[in-house]
């Protein structure tokens, strides 16, 4: 009896969800330009713009384009032409820590990549460079004759070679709809990897961590890395992380992850202006691969990827985007060396402070947007949910998305783990991560809050892990009053 109604709870407790792999539409493939790498040296920034291929510029010149879905891969290129893929590369030669992508105009693409390269925090969440795209774009064009907005797609934010094997396919009726788009522009971190023999007791290599060298200039009165502040401000732990002291948290106790990893700098130890230049050169980027259609009258358009939800954050601070994992095993609830950490934010709601808060950079929502959350009267539709978790991330428990009101489960995301050495499938790395796909989706206000519960197992040590989660919304355009009486 008691298992019944345990049987029971977890029927309406998690959400079922649909995992559509099949992909629609046509396809059509885009790649980088080669970053040039030396052993241990970091990518992290913008590519320059690439335009698309010339039939799918004159597709998306006939009628609005809607983008279905996407695979994105880490490439090794034959030379610095880039005109060959050599191979996909294996993450034990290049380490993907993270990618997205703005698929729009080459005309305004262009001078945003100019302007903003090394400017812009490349750690911002996708729907924040969305947005300042698009304000960049209509501060350029003020004034001008054409004053209709064309509409933009973006991918990525949080998804890095953890997503290799992730299935990035909307469900029927859901798209990111753009008009007239001939170019992408993808942001990149890599890490070269390759020809350092290191490996950790996890079976990975140590880099992707981001091992924070004697080149890196710590002023502990200003607070600063190499006479800059952090791209990610310290100071957005919540309260939990504080009390156990999680290194990652504080400038004075920081050991290394991301803030140790900025573009241009090395991972490895030597003189990054003598010794460290003489290594071999490896020549990576991505290539993309988008589904898309010519958009319908009922097909329903998602925004770029929500930045929610860090667990390392709350309710008013987004978050510190990483921690780190203490090697201590408690086997006193049955999870031997299993640490659940737990917070609770917004659906979607950008908190007050932090790289996603409304003060970061110039990002803005429209006074319309602002008005609908400052009311609590805005919802949306939940279509697609992924985890994001590094090497560590439990995978029997992986990371969940629960309804704090209800504790209904909406998503769980299971990180899987390679066992070979084929790109793709490398022993010691997380090599795709359990999605969510809603074939209903789950309407939802946005400023309900979620719970987020991340499981890491704790065997050995581990530096700058995330917790994300990266969601894929579409806006309703009733009222909370209107979506009520509906009901």
């Known amino acids: 009896m008691m298992m019944m109604i345990a049987l029971l709870a977890l029927l309406f407790t998690s959400h079922t969800y649909a995992l559509a792999t099949k992909f629609r539409g046509k396809p059509f493939a885009v790649t980088s330009r080669p970053v040039a790498l030396h052993a241990g040296e970091v990518f992290n920034k913008f590519g320059h713009p690439q335009y698309l291929p010339r039939h799918v510029i004159k597709d998306a010149a006939k009628k609005p384009i809607a983008v279905t879905g996407y695979k994105a891969d880490v490439v ?25 992508a703005i698929v729009g105009r080459m005309e305004d693409l262009l001078p945003f990549y100019h302007q903003m390269n090394g400017r812009l925090g490349a750690t911002m969440p996708m729907s924040h460079i969305h947005a300042e795209f698009e304000q960049f774009v209509s501060n350029t064009k003020k004034g001008k004759h054409s004053t209709k907005k064309k509409r933009v797609a973006s991918i990525g934010g949080g998804s890095g070679a953890e997503e290799r094997g992730t299935p990035h396919v909307y469900p029927p009726g859901f798209a990111q709809i753009a008009d007239d788009i001939d170019a992408i522009m993808p942001l990149m971190h890599l890490i070269n990897t390759k020809g350092t023999e290191t490996v950790t007791p996890a079976g990975n290599s140590p880099l992707l961590e981001c091992p924070c060298t004697s080149s890196r200039q710590f002023n502990y009165a200003n607070q600063t890395i190499d006479g800059k502040l952090p791209n990610i401000p310290f100071g957005q732990c919540n309260a939990q992380m504080q009390v156990d002291a999680n290194p990652s948290c504080a400038f004075d106790t920081y050991i290394q992850g991301y803030r140790c990893c900025e573009d241009g700098v090395f991972v490895i130890p030597g003189d990054e202006h003598g010794d460290l230049l003489n290594s071999e050169v490896s020549h990576y980027g991505m290539k993309f691969t988008f589904f898309y259609e010519h958009a319908k009258s009922n097909t ?26 203490t090697p201590v095993c408690d086997d006193t609830n ?59 991330g439990d ?5 969940r998305l629960i309804r704090d009101a209800t504790d209904e489960v909406l998503c769980t995301s299971l990180p899987k783990y390679g066992s070979g050495t084929a790109a793709g499938d490398e022993r010691g790395y997380v090599t795709g991560i359990k999605p969510c796909i809603f074939a209903e989706p789950i309407r939802m206000r946005s400023d309900e809050v979620v719970r987020i519960e991340s499981f890491y197992n704790t065997t050995y040590e581990h530096f700058g892990v995330m917790s994300l989660w990266i969601l894929q919304v579409a806006d309703v355009e009733e009222t909370v009053e209107e979506v009520i009486t509906a009901a």
């Open 76 to 100: 090794e290129f034959e030379d610095a032409t880039g005109k060959k893929i050599k191979q996909s590369a294996p993450l034990y030669d290049c380490y993907l820590h993270h990618y997205g």
């Open 300 to 325: 329903r358009a998602l925004r770029a990827p929500v930045g929610c939800c860090d667990v390392t954050g709350d309710l008013e601070n987004f978050g510190n985007i990483e921690h780190d994992i």
């Open 334 to 392: 049955g999870d031997t060396c299993v640490r659940k950490f737990v917070t609770r934010q917004y659906l979607d709601i950008p908190p007050k402070s932090g790289i996603g808060g409304f003060g970061y950079g110039n990002a803005t929502l429209t006074p319309s947007d602002k008005r609908a959350i400052d009311a609590g009267k805005k919802w949306v539709d939940l279509v697609y949910a992924v985890g994001h978790q590094h090497v560590g």
């Open 395 to 399: 995978a029997a428990h992986g990371i």
